[in-house]
């Protein structure tokens, strides 16, 4: 699927992420950084044990400064390593196997895109971004309501001022979450910012 905004062009691809090539990929994080579980295991076992070294170094920091782990929508940017991409951006994404996270799963989840998508701001020279849909994994967001909920945050953002990117690819590997979006989009397709390109 394709879909071309003002400022940017939203690419979904059924895929590994791992194994994509972006100037930035974005992996979902939980709150220690610690790769154990899906799409960001896979991403923290293509980058190589370095990865997994520097990520126990930032959870030793926080507690050697009496900090908690890092809350939702906490963004760091680390080396890439053995990734193919010029850096790797942790996104502490909502894990709605707890309740306190599922209860506020509809503010926490913009929230986390925003932080990404002010993370992205920062870098220079960044034409191309991969990233997993945020929560719609192992962290277990309720899929239709998800992928309504990414299309509309992803697209208004390409469309914005805001957006400095020329690419974002959407890499997408849980199969019900593809047929959550298929849905959604025929539904809502009239409703989202841009245009449809995909058989362009």
């Not at 908690?68 to 680390?78: A, L, R």
């Not at 509809?106 to 990404?116: E, F, G, I, N």
């Not at 191309?128 to 849909?133: N, T």
Request: proline share 6%; glycine share 4%.
């Amino acid at each position: 699927m394709k879909r071309t905004c003002k400022h940017g062009v939203l690419k979904v691809f059924y895929g590994d992420l791992s194994k994509h090539e972006a100037d930035i990929i974005a992996t979902p994080s939980d709150n220690r950084l610690s790769g154990r579980e899906g799409i960001d295991a896979k991403v923290y076992d293509v980058a190589g044990e370095e990865l997994r070294e520097a990520c126990k170094e930032i959870s030793v920091k926080q507690r050697k400064l009496n900090l908690p782990p890092c809350p939702v929508s906490t963004t760091k940017f680390n080396k890439p390593y053995n990734l193919s991409c010029k850096y790797l951006l942790h996104v502490v994404s909502p894990d709605c196997r707890r309740p306190a996270q599922d209860q506020n799963r509809r503010d926490l989840l913009p929230k986390t895109y925003s932080a990404m998508f002010t993370a992205i701001q920062g870098k220079k020279e960044i034409k191309s971004v991969a990233a997993a849909p945020f929560s719609m994994d192992i962290f277990s967001y309720p899929h239709r309501e998800g992928a309504k909920m990414t299309f509309s945050l992803l697209l208004e953002w390409l469309d914005s001022e805001e957006c400095n990117i020329e690419e974002y690819h959407m890499i997408v590997l849980n199969k019900n979450f593809i047929d959550a979006m298929r849905t959604v989009y025929r539904e809502t397709e009239d409703q989202l910012p841009g245009r449809d390109t995909t058989d362009e």
